[in-house]
């Protein structure tokens, strides 16, 4: 990295303001193992405060914290999967700073002996195209507390009267994974960034939900004329949505750039965006930067992973996303886009392919769970495995559409039904005496009604005019309260008109 | 009967018999702390409604249903969580602070059905070898008011040398339970590091730290060591001892090598130490011990190893007192750093600021490899020396403490001087062994310390081997004390 200025905001080609961003992401995520990283009190979201916490989590005298085992796994898990080199040693060093969400004084965490390193992941673009992130190191450490600021109106800390402290999510397990500083643009961070999620869903070792902190973002920032050397970088902390992540860095490349076109230097501090104004608020500089004091935390004995447990977890592993949608191409027909779409989310992925399995048909069944499922689960918010349809009900539905016994139309009416009684396709269809009418001798006589009762149309189109049969169709379609097999209408029709 | 000069064992030998009850020996110790302390100052409090009350319940128990040291008194070191129990560790930051837990080893002697008699003074955060530095008030040496009974665990050295306990528990980081056994003429034992749990033991420096027995013998340190010894999950340094502790019982040292450290002999001690210590290798030789000289060259550089590493963990594992939580939080601060730097300006004794200031700057950027990666390596050397020392003898016999007990207040001001009365001891924490110190004799009517130390995990033999020694020197001076003479 260079001390120099950069004066001018001039590339290699000569066109002013080509600045290239270059980004590199620290995020946290919190494991969902049932008890905390070093205490045997149960890891909680939501609830009341200081109700999960002992002497332990709670940093009191002469406490000692002990490793959870399922974490070590957790971890293990994800740094393989990114790919790091794991294995040996790895050992706990104590971070040590003060603040008042910190109870020991110190963060247990991981130095520079971390679980994984030098791993990677590929992210694949809109486009199709794909680009690598290396990763640098995979670790593990502890949750701190939360702060709650009181008697200010704004609810952060500036104008509050006093605070107080949450002890419940502290000492949960994270796994902090740390990414080369090899992304260009915001849009290839998002990208990265939901990828990554998938990658961890698939895991089934976080919650992954930004909105509720289970995974936390940072953002490393600096500009550079093409090619040049890595300018001063930023820390943009704390993004707590995929949007706020890119509408950050956006924010933070143009404060950026405005400094160095001006011909200033950037320099070295943590920023925080605010997603209600757009802007960026410099924290502090990095002069007052804190010396954590790293040194190995002696109450705890380092970890051997030794190969057989290392290939014990890797033998765990489930299929990555990326292999899911090639393998879901190739075995369900389907596009790179429904693959895409059916990969990216583990459980719908899950849900898609057992229904295809029962239907037989890869296309119907990923048209029905990318379309009417996903749109009633995200339309009522809930995850795939809440669903009141599980994959053999809908497979049910599809079965009666295969057969011809429902109409894709009359299909989506009683899947709303099913979605809101929970009860099943066939008994539905049967009680509403929904099923098409699909008995020739049945719609034979209606057909026979209809163009006895019209003789003046039935004349016109003998005489040629082929709009009068969409008349038919439709008096056909009215006669049978639109159950008739619309196939069998237009076969038997045809037959009488022209017979 | 003289209970008072008796030993725990021999008081639970009573209490079985039925010759004694638990209240009759409780009310004997409490009247003995009412007579000595107020010149002793061993405890900083002193539970007597809770020890007559537990007494009586021992009493009550059907003899057939009773654990094995029910009834049998005990005093705690300050740095010892106890629930229910105010623990401050001898500093004014914790005043207040009741424990919400207890101590694995406190929660074993429970269980044993020891009876807690009060809790003992101690420097500060165990910082010191004096107990000069106690944020409450200075104990004194049984054997001479005027002068110190050793650091850190003072209190429970000269609780149990003026008999106002059969025995205590102290911590021992660099000598801090052999040097003050030393200079106040008990027997003190730090266990292999692993030996006993530290849970709950308030932490100064977590990778020396280690609890262990004072007591009026050997005997009585195996038997308190096997109540408190054994793996602990919530400690996962500890690993406990190969086998249960038996009581000594040889008294003969044939085919028993010791090795005698050069580099204690020189001018590091004084002559009437060195005259006791020589007494003492003239007495395992007699009782059929082979004594020769042996070299651990790198352990001079202890004490410069060990003023970086501890330091170093304690301005870590001192951060906590924060007045965030519990303990000391200083009156009307405008702001978060206001706070943090009153409440520990104001909760913390000169001593102890020191050590957080030198801990703090080893471990800073640009230093951390000059101090505390150089003393690691030299931990490492002085490990190699003792692996060595004990390739060639079975254990090592020296000096515990360079002097006698000296004077209150003569070495406060010369820091190295007081660095200096862990000489012999502070290298046996930083290689992580066992050691035990025992009466070797007297120099100018102050007690003089012998230290023996082992392989890791030789506790047993370190046991037999300190009881042949004590058997033959047959020491039973005690301090002249108070109006009832034990």
Same mark, same amino acid.
């Given at each position: ?35 905390k ?27 000692? &914290? ?34 008042? =969400? ?10 520079d ?55 419940n ?5 994270? +796994? ?27 895991l ?5 939900? $930004? ?21 001063t ?24 750039? =405005?400094?160095?076109?001006a011909?200033?230097?950037v ?37 051997e ?43 719908l ?6 229904v295809?399995? %029962? ?39 599809l ?63 003998? !005489? ?22 619309p ?12 017979g | ?21 638990a ?19 061993a ?17 009550? %128990?059907?003899?057939? !249903? ?33 424990? &919400?837990? =207890? ?16 809790r ?6 165990? $910082? ?39 025995w ?17 003429? +008990? ?46 999950p ?16 040889e ?6 090598r010791?090795?005698v ?72 601060? =405008? ?38 990666? !150089? ?32 004077k ?55 046991i ?23």
């Amino acid at each position: 990295m260079s001390d120099a200025p950069v004066t001018a905001g001039v590339a290699d080609d000569g066109r002013p303001g080509a600045w290239e961003p270059v980004i590199g992401l620290e995020i946290h995520v919190q494991l969902k193992t049932r008890t905390k990283m070093f205490c045997g009190c149960a890891t909680s979201f939501g609830e009341e405060p200081n109700t999960h916490v002992c002497p332990v989590c709670l940093g009191h005298p002469g406490t000692l &914290p002990v490793i959870n085992e399922r974490a070590v796994e957790y971890a293990t898990r994800i740094a393989l999967a990114l790919g790091c080199r794991v294995g040996g040693p790895t050992i706990f060093h104590r971070k040590n700073y003060f603040y008042p =969400d910190l109870p020991k004084g110190y963060q247990i965490s991981q130095f520079d002996q971390p679980l994984g390193v030098g791993g990677h992941l590929d992210v694949e673009l809109e486009s199709g195209e794909t680009f690598r992130v290396g990763i640098t190191r995979v670790h593990m450490e502890e949750d701190a507390g939360k702060l709650v600021h009181s008697g200010g109106a704004t609810g952060r800390i500036h104008g509050a009267d006093h605070s107080l402290v949450d002890f419940n999510r502290g000492g949960t397990p994270l +796994v902090e994974i740390v990414s080369e500083p090899d992304i260009r643009s915001p849009e290839q961070a998002r990208s990265f960034l939901t990828q990554l999620k998938s990658l961890l869903e698939h895991l089934d070792v976080s919650d992954v939900n $930004m909105e509720e902190g289970s995974m936390r973002c940072d953002a490393n920032v600096s500009l550079r004329a093409a090619g040049a050397e890595f300018g001063t970088k930023t820390e943009l902390k704390n993004m707590n949505s995929f949007r706020f992540l890119q509408r950050g860095l956006d924010a933070e490349i143009e404060r950026q750039e =405005d400094i160095l076109e001006a011909g200033e230097r950037v320099t070295q501090a943590t920023v925080h965006f605010d997603p209600t104004t757009s802007s960026i608020s410099v924290l502090r500089s990095k002069e007052e930067a804190h010396d954590y004091r790293y040194f190995p935390e002696p109450d705890l004995t380092p970890i051997e992973l030794d190969s057989e447990y290392v290939e014990r977890v890797r033998a765990s592993l489930p299929e990555f996303p990326a292999a899911r949608k090639e393998r879901m191409m190739r075995t369900y027909d389907l596009t790179a886009y429904d693959a895409g779409v059916l990969s990216a989310n583990r459980s719908l992925g899950d849900y898609f392919e057992r229904v295809a399995d %029962i239907v037989g048909d890869g296309k119907v069944a990923a048209n029905w769970v990318t379309g009417d499922f996903a749109a009633y689960v995200n339309g009522v918010g809930l995850q795939v495995e809440q669903s009141v349809v599980g994959p053999e009900a809908l497979a049910e539905l599809l079965g009666l559409v295969a057969e011809g016994t429902l109409s894709g139309k009359m299909a989506k009416e009683v899947f709303a039904e099913m979605t809101e009684t929970g009860r099943g396709a066939r008994a539905i269809v049967e009680e509403r005496g929904l099923g098409q009418i699909s008995d020739s001798a049945a719609l034979e006589a209606v057909v026979a009604a209809v163009v006895a009762a019209n003789p003046g149309q039935a004349e016109e189109f003998r !005489q040629g005019r082929d709009k009068v049969f969409g008349f038919f169709v439709g008096q056909v379609m009215k006669e049978t309260k639109g159950q008739a097999n619309p196939h069998l209408v237009n076969e038997l029709l045809r037959r009488r008109l022209t017979g | 009967m003289n209970v008072l000069g008796l030993s725990a064992v021999e008081c639970r030998a009573l209490l079985e018999s039925r010759d004694l009850s638990a209240l009759e020996l409780v009310t004997l110790y409490l009247d003995r702390i009412n007579a000595v302390d107020g010149d002793v100052r061993a405890f900083l409090a002193v539970d007597a409604e809770g020890a007559l009350r537990r007494a009586a319940e021992v009493d009550a %128990i059907d003899p057939a !249903q009773r654990r094995p040291w029910d009834g049998v008194p005990i005093a705690l070191k300050d740095v010892l969580c106890v629930e229910g129990w105010e623990t401050t560790c001898g500093s004014r930051i914790l005043a207040g602070y009741r424990p &919400p837990y =207890d101590a694995t080893a406190v929660a074993k002697l429970r269980e044993a059905g020891l009876i807690f008699l009060g809790r003992l003074n101690m420097d500060e955060f165990a $910082m010191g070898s004096s107990t000069e530095n106690s944020g409450y008030h200075v104990t004194h040496n049984p054997w001479d008011l005027e002068r110190v009974p050793g650091g850190s665990s003072g209190g429970s050295a000269a609780c149990v040398a003026a008999a106002e306990a059969p025995w205590a528990l102290g911590t021992d980081t660099g000598g801090s339970i052999r040097q003050p056994a030393s200079l106040c003429g +008990v027997v003190g034992m730090k266990p292999t590091y692993g030996a006993v749990s530290r849970y709950g033991l308030v932490a100064f420096a977590s990778s020396l730290d280690q609890i262990g027995p004072l007591t009026r013998s050997v005997t009585d340190a195996a038997a308190l060591l096997d109540i408190i010894a054994g793996h602990d999950p919530r400690d996962s340094t500890s690993i406990g001892l190969p086998e249960p502790i038996r009581l000594p019982t040889e008294t003969d040292l044939t085919g028993t090598r010791f090795g005698v450290v050069t580099e204690y002999m020189g001018d590091a001690c004084e002559p009437g130490v060195r005259q006791v210590f020589h007494d003492a290798v003239a007495a395992v030789t007699a009782l059929g011990g082979q004594c020769e000289e042996v070299s651990l060259p790198s352990v001079e550089k202890g004490i410069a190893a060990y003023y970086i590493i501890a330091p170093a963990e304690a301005s870590s594992n001192l951060a906590r007192f924060d007045g965030v939580r519990y303990g000391h939080r200083a009156a009307h601060s =405008d702001d978060l750093l206001e706070m943090y730097t009153r409440t520990r300006s104001e909760g913390f004794g000169a001593e102890v600021k020191r050590r957080i200031m030198i801990g703090t700057y080893v471990l800073s950027s640009g230093y951390y490899e000059a101090y505390y990666g !150089q003393a690691q390596k030299t931990r490492t050397l002085i490990m190699r020396d003792f692996e060595r020392a004990f390739a060639q003898v079975d254990f090592l016999i020296s000096p515990t403490s360079p002097t006698v007990a000296f004077k209150v207040g003569e070495r406060t001001d010369d820091h190295l001087a007081m660095y200096l009365s862990d000489l012999c001891t502070i290298p046996v924490n930083l290689a992580g062994l066992p050691g035990i110190s025992l009466p070797g004799g007297f120099s100018g009517g102050l007690p003089v310390g012998v230290q023996i130390v082992g392989p890791h995990f030789s506790e047993q033999g370190l046991i037999d081997v300190a009881y042949a020694l004590e058997q033959r020197l047959d020491i039973r001076a005690r301090p002249a004390l108070g109006e009832v003479r034990p």
